[in-house]
């Protein structure tokens, strides 16, 4: 009698076997945490400093103007040079701008406005480099488990990070939190100069001329694609819509709620914590769910937060109402999830779940 040997299915953590993936995961958990660290304290700092909700409406507005002025031409650079050079320039310089937060906000507070654009712009190059360089280091049987672990420790580091700022604020000099978010940077940088990473074999055009033509050409597929221009129209709207939203929160919990820095930092922390629950659910019954109804299943659930919940129990009601918020956001269509307020954060999305990007593999760096 002969028995047929069935091949067992990899455990998801046997990818923490692979020497460089498990160098980039623990450098991202870091980096994440220390990125949520400044993410918060910037904006308690500011309004500790002003008690003016439209400063923190700027404090936004610096984090996300780089995303439309520098994104498109970063994500076009990374494709066309070293990735691992990029992203340990890009930790190595976050970390210096963090670190030079506390010695120039006496001078001005225009310093933290100008700092916290200047690392978001530079994030634009750092994210997708990472992204990038995922499918290099992982095989094609570890790369699913590799994204989700990826993605979950993302939002999980994030949560703990927002509950740190939160506590440092209320009872520790707030100055700490950027002091241990440069030291996170370096160590990501660190993480990342170990790793080896294959080297990219660039084998188009990569002048300037070459990068605003692959610009011309993906805003007229956006702009010609129906479904992408209409999902651009929409997250356009829902983005300013987030944006409101974290521009009044802060104000919001400290003076409707009375509640403390360190409570409004476990009200950001739990939204992280419905990303990984509604992560987690998605990955159960995303197969029996229509696809078109996520996005409007996920606008109506979302919304729901926003309500203010007259009588006793308003902060317990908020942190379960922030929590469904989060796990409302894996019902939109898959892609790169973030916490809904600003970040100076590295990649928190899964990337890219199946395959691997078009690029080349050299020698390893």
Known sequence: MTTSAVASPLSPFSVFRNRNFSLLWVGQVVETIGASLTSLAASILVYRLTGSAASVGLMLMASAAPTILVGLMAGVAVDRYDRKRIMVIADVTRAVLVLLIPFLIPFSMAWLYIIVALSAAVTQFFDPAHEAVLPEIATDE???AANSLMAISSFGATAIGFAASGLIASSM???WAFYLNAFAYA???????LARIPALTVTAASGLSAIGRNLREGVKVLMGTPILRSLFLVFAIVFVAFGLSNTLLLPFALQALHASEF????????????FVVGSLWMARVSDRLRAQI??????????????RDRGAGQDRCGLLRHAGHGAAGHLCPPGRHRHPRFDLSGPSGPGFAEGHPPSGRGGER
Not at 187 to 193: E, G, H, N, Q, R
Not at 294 to 307: D, N, Q
């Open 142 to 144: 570890e790369l699913a």
């Open 173 to 175: 000099s707030i100055e």
């Open 187 to 193: 160590f990501s940088a660190l993480m990342i100069w």
């Open 263 to 274: 409570e409004y930092g476990v009200q950001e922390a739990v939204t992280s914590v419905g």
């Open 294 to 307: 996520h996005p409007g299943h996920a606008f109506a659930v979302r919304g729901s937060p926003h309500r």
